[in-house]
């Protein structure tokens, strides 16, 4: 039963892909973290706490008044496997009251020091364009979602982002982070957060370097510089002074 029941939720997932990318991809992003015309959804706190039902009701209706057309003709079973593939995107595990792993101001000093995450995220105001704002990150997730996120960045949604150089066919050169794509146009955001609109039939050259995020975080960062930055993220993220673990806790 319980094999049927995957087999059931990876159909699903993967039905809800294809509807995202056909759908919301081309405003939204391909992971969801924000588009040149429409916005972040995957890390943004209003969505992210909306329930299913709230999330639903959008995208069914649409919001006509900022431009974001109503998906009632998809049907309601279409509806749903598009915010299920939505939340997967979000990694949202349901935890809303976190218990921290570890020091949050020892976190932050290593997001903005020795990792150097802030070289590409932002957090409160804080940080890089060219990459995910994780202010609200830490949100609704679990420990192990961040964590995995972090030492294993292509195991996750969205995949760390790699940064890719285009040169057109006029000798202008771009280089971003590809936020969006389809048979005529690329988009990409620069290091400035700046969105850029390119025709594919004036494209002489796209290559695609390595992930902008590093893949050793498991090796460089010891494991309770990990939980400190883990830590950071959710404390950010939360309104309410969360529950900390001590040494004792666990033992």
């Keep these: 039963m319980q094999a049927q029941s995957g087999k059931q939720t990876s159909k699903a997932n993967t039905e809800g892909a294809l509807l995202f990318r056909q759908n919301c991809a081309a405003c939204h992003g391909n992971d969801g973290r924000g588009g040149e015309r429409a916005p972040n959804i995957a890390t943004e706190h209003d969505v992210v706490t909306a329930s299913d039902a709230q999330l639903k009701d959008t995208v069914g209706h649409g919001i006509p008044e900022a431009g974001m057309p109503a998906f009632n003709a998809l049907g309601a079973q279409k509806v749903s496997e598009l915010v299920a593939w939505l939340r997967v995107l979000q990694g949202v595990g349901g935890a809303l009251h976190p218990e921290l792993p570890g020091d949050p101001a020892a976190g932050e000093a290593i997001f903005f020091g020795e990792a150097a995450c802030s070289k590409c995220h932002m957090v409160r105001g804080k940080g890089g364009f060219i990459a995910e704002d994780l202010s609200d990150y830490g949100r609704g997730r679990t420990v192990d979602t961040i ?31 590809v936020r969006a794509e389809n048979n005529f146009t690329i988009v990409l955001q620069n290091e400035s957060g700046v969105f850029q609109s390119l025709a594919r039939d004036h494209i002489e050259k796209l290559e695609s370097g390595p992930s902008l995020m590093p893949q050793d975080y498991g090796k460089t960062l010891t494991p309770q510089q990990l939980n400190d930055v883990v830590s950071y993220l959710i404390k950010s993220a939360t309104p309410i002074q969360p529950i900390r673990i001590s040494q004792n806790d666990k033992q």
């Design 147 to 177: 964590q995995t996120a972090i030492v294993n960045p292509t195991a996750s949604p969205g995949g760390g982002g790699h940064l890719t150089s285009v040169i057109m066919s006029n000798g202008a050169r771009y280089q971003g982070v």
